[in-house]
């Protein structure tokens, strides 16, 4: 019987005592948190209750101090590494441009049209030599249009708008139409180029014309590239400029071999 009463009496001592050592911990907490506090901890003695950066504290499985600051996550949140290929072709740079084609637009693509004036000239006159399956195109200094003309005739060399576009898959081109003609498809190029300059078109041919065909949905804005329009001209023709009536290419269509 004495033994149980000592246990008894020992069970309540250390209740009391986890008691007394719970209210001596939320005492200290709240001398951390609030110094003007009233508290039974009188400084005199070492503080062993520290506090690096929050405080948590339960009795009885229940919270009743927390203090802890939850970890920040958010730069680990999902949609932080989520990348669509519309937010990367956004996000990319302008191509630095190697080489660009004097071209009309593909029918697969959708094309636009710089509203930069710098980046268009018109009228200028070309002059066509077909090699093969293509027609290569020679670009007449404006001094020397008329002698050309009066030595190769109209049919070889023909007046054109050079204008700078671009596809959507970024890729820059010289896109030429024709300059004052009355046939249909050089007719309805013009109006497509102009329409170009403020919406994405996929150019196609429709027996006797072209028409703009717009994309379903909202292409990016095009990323135009930072060359210079000579710069441009230059990588499109290189050594293909006609100064006088004797260049090879000139001088090929008169049948001068010599």
């Keep these: 019987m004495h033994s149980k009463n000592a246990e008894k009496e020992e069970q309540s001592t250390l209740a009391a ?4 050592n719970i209210n001596s911990i939320i005492s200290r907490v709240k001398t951390v948190l609030d110094p003007d506090a009233e508290s039974e901890f009188d400084g005199t003695e070492e503080n062993e209750f520290t506090v690096p950066e929050g405080i948590k504290a339960s009795v009885g499985g ?23 290929g519309a937010a990367i072709v956004a996000s990319m740079p302008a191509k630095k441009v190697d080489y660009i084609s004097l071209r009309k637009p593909a029918p697969t693509e959708y094309v636009r049209v710089t509203a930069d004036k710098a980046y268009r000239m018109s009228p200028v006159y ?18 020397c249009v008329g002698e050309v003309l009066s030595a190769v005739g109209s049919k070889v060399v023909k007046s054109y708008s050079i204008v ?47 028409i703009g065909i717009r994309p379903k ?16 001209l230059k ?10 009536v004797n260049h090879p290419a000139v001088r090929a269509i008169l049948g001068i071999v010599s």
């Design 17 to 20: 005592e986890t008691t007394t």
């Design 62 to 84: 229940q919270v009743v101090i927390d203090t802890t600051t939850p970890e920040d996550l958010s730069a680990f949140d999902p949609a932080n590494f989520i990348a669509t």
């Design 126 to 143: 070309l002059l066509g030599i077909k090699k093969e399956m293509k027609t290569v195109q020679y670009l007449i200094m404006g001094k």
């Design 164 to 210: 700078l576009a671009i596809n959507n898959s970024g890729n820059p081109f010289l896109w030429y139409t024709r300059e004052g003609a009355d046939d249909e498809w050089s007719e309805s190029a013009v109006v497509l180029q102009a329409q170009a300059v403020d919406d994405w078109l996929r150019v196609e041919s429709a027996g006797t014309h072209y």
């Design 217 to 232: 949905d909202k292409l990016n804005d095009p990323k135009w590239p930072t060359e210079s329009f000579p710069q441009l």
């Design 235 to 244: 990588l499109a023709f290189g050594n293909r400029i006609i100064g006088s």
